[in-house]
């Protein structure tokens, strides 16, 4: 420790100028005079009624020592009002405090003599309050007397007592961990303390110190107090909102079941159709059996297809696009658009793909559904379809569940047709259809699982897997028990090939989405323990350990009794899925110390051939992707392990970046990912291709789509990396600009677990480029419809009809903490409903005429008029 400067600091001048003793002591000399003086003059200069709080407060202090208890404890109580009711500012002593400090030591030698335990708790009080001025540095003697006091009201003696007695918790809990003493009696003060910051908006300091202490748990219980005071005032969209964050399903029954305004109570079923929630309606809480209908009919999201039409009428965007609408051949120097006039199985594909992406939910585009003149059978949807080879039918035939998305009575009687057809491979893709037309809408008749129940136990495999990814996207989030029955045997069964397996994993995986379902985790366990090494190296085996890892997104610590199970499995795929099932049971909670741990394990310079670096890194993403700070932070992380890190984790860091910023293009990535895409390992150049189609997804950025015509004019030699570039185009044009794969939404507070593991599961098949997207599963791109949402407002009456208002458009900007009212956007624009809402965009609305249900203008919000509104007869 360094040597007090107020105990030898003279000493250690006269060591250093011993060549100028005498000039040293007369400036000393007058230094001492000169504050005698000023001590004198200030003293002068007490006003009477300070004066004589300074002789009060001497007084008690004599009292202290008298004989007497009675006279002692009358002294010590009251010293202890004085400096309680002192009022001061943050920045100067209180006046109790400052006339009080001369008697510091006197006080503590008191302490130590007095007799009564009672007086002594007393006396310990005020002596570890004057500390907080008057102690030696790394004494903590507010602490250790605190410790000797009265046990009870800490805030009383005020907030900078409390803070700093927390700093001296922190300190003194590191310390005894070290020694291994015991710590209950410093954590009976933090439970004093976290209650008192929470109340006082000092929520960060709570953190700090649960943070210091190792037990941030104790937090979640102050958590319930945001949802309790919202409940107490009525804010039933806002309390809804935290007790989705919470996760807490009683809590969200509770509210609904409070929720008294029929209004209101919509407007809630939107917010729960948004996050994918169903609640059961049968609790006898509706006045009437069309009230319940219509509720029913919000939250099974059926409306969603026809609010997604509004938007594209007004916004003028119903006209069907090609895919040369997309490519833009004519804007790319000649040698690219020789190539592309050939007719190749592979350029046909991604036709296909393209096209569904970019009029996806749309119900009509020119390949699939529009007449054809020159085609003899009157449709040219057959002769598009079989200009597609094998396993390519089935993803054309798939494409048409897109072009239908949301729209189940529309969608199913086109898609009906090809269940019927000769070739497994277009009944395949036709069974993923009937999934993805179902994909986030719950309907009474349920026909998904009518239609697809018989096809999971077909001997073709083509025809299973799509039974499967349909099952798994038509009820993902649901926890549907009926298929659980129906893929648990598939699962466990090791005469079944290693990809139906795989893709039963994460059917189930997706249906029971963190819900830590222990059931399916069994199974799954099973399946990998059954398993030969072969099978388990190949590349559909990761796809048992990403199912097992969705049972537990978001979970935390509820994974770890599943991880002690996987370190005892085969060496070939423990490792891969210890990191799996670390990185989804932390996605999204923004954990450092996981980071930490995920970024030691890319350091690593493996021999073998292991693949555990490749989770690892789009683990990194998962978990960081929380808040801005620490998305901004893995992206410079992730720079890192660019230039530094092996060929597999190099492979892995462009898929991290695109989920780190999906559906929003920031420049910084963008160009990162420029760079990445004409790198000169192939994987590299290809992962990063489809991550600039990630982050460009939805938004039409036209920097994007000029850089990959760019590459499709640079790669037009390589099919494999022009597939890759066309499928990227498609997600730019991603619902001719109206659609987000963004899985955060309420103003980035609600995380939707099934959007983000449909998210996971496509870059899971990235992955592995080759065998997966350009191989025979390329399919999998199709799971990124469970996160595809219209990124859209649309106000609406109080008869849920769309009504147009004036609202202002702009950048959120945050006000957390801030004094008054703060605006909450800038650089704003007014546009009237329905409008788009960017990655990173809020509205308000422009106009008094109307009053909101929900402070989160987002999706579809129900309008009231306002009671309140004085029509401006100057303005009409």
Known sequence: MAPDPKENGSGVERMEHDEQPARNKAAQKDSKDSKKKKDEKKEEELSEEDAALKEQLELYVERVNDSNPGVQKMALESMRQEIRTATSSMTSVPKPLKFLRPHYRTLKGYFETMQSDELKRLLADIISVLALTMSEENERESLHYRLLGTVGDIGSWGHEYVRNLAGEIGVEFQERQGQEKPVDDLMDLVKQIVPFHVKHNAEPEAVDLLMEVESLELLIGHIDEAYQIYRKFGKYPDAMRVALRMDNLQYVKSIFKDCTDFLEKQQLCYILARQGVLLDLDEGSLASEDQ???????????????????????????????????????????????????????????????????????????????????????????????????????????????????????????????????????????????????????????????????????????????????????YAGSQKEMVLELLTPIVTDPKVSIDVAGFAAVSLGLIYVGSCSEEVAQSILHALMERSENELGEPMARFLCHGLGLLYLGKQDDVDATMEVAKTLNPKISQYLQVTLDACAYAGTGNVLKVQRLLGLCADHLDKGEAHQAPAVLGIALVAMAEELGLDMAIRSLEHLLQYGEQNIRRAVPLALGILSVSNPKIAVMDTLSRLSHDSDAEVAMAATMSLGLIGAGTNNARIAGMLRNLSSYYYKDPSLLFCVRIAQGLVHLGKGLLTLNPYHSDRFLLSNVALAGLMTFLVGCLDMKSVILGKYHYVLYYLVLAMQPRMLITLDQDLKPLSVPVRVGQAVDVVGQAGRPKTITGFQTHTTPVLLAAGDRAELATEKYLPLSSVLEGFVILKPNPEYQHDHLSS
């Open 292 to 474: 319940k209908e219509t509720l029913q009919e919000i939250m099974s999201s059926s409306k969603l297809s026809e609010g997604y039409l509004t938007l594209a009428r007004d916004l003028d965007v119903m006209e069907p696009k090609v895919p040369e609408d997309i490519y833009k051949a004519h804007l790319v120097d000649g040698r690219a658009s020789a190539g592309a006039s050939v007719d190749s199985a592979r350029q046909n594909l991604a036709a296909t793909l393209v096209n569904g992406l970019v009029n996806a939910g749309f119900g009509q585009d020119k390949l699939m559904t529009g007449p054809n003149v020159e085609s003899s059978t009157g449709s040219n949807a057959s002769s598009w379809l079989f200009r597609n080879k094998e396993h390519g039918k089935a993803s054309a035939a798939a494409s048409l569940g897109l072009i239908f998305l949301w729209d189940v009575d529309g969608g199913l009687p086109q898609v009906d047709k090809y269940l019927y057809s000769n070739d497994n491979h277009v009944i395949g893709g036709a069974l993923l259809a009937v999934g993805i037309v179902n994909c986030g809408v719950r309907n009474e008749c349920d026909p998904a699982y009518a239609l697809l129940y018989e096809s999971v136990n077909k001997e073709d495999t083509i025809i299973r897997i799509g039974a499967i990814m349909g099952l798994g996207l038509a």
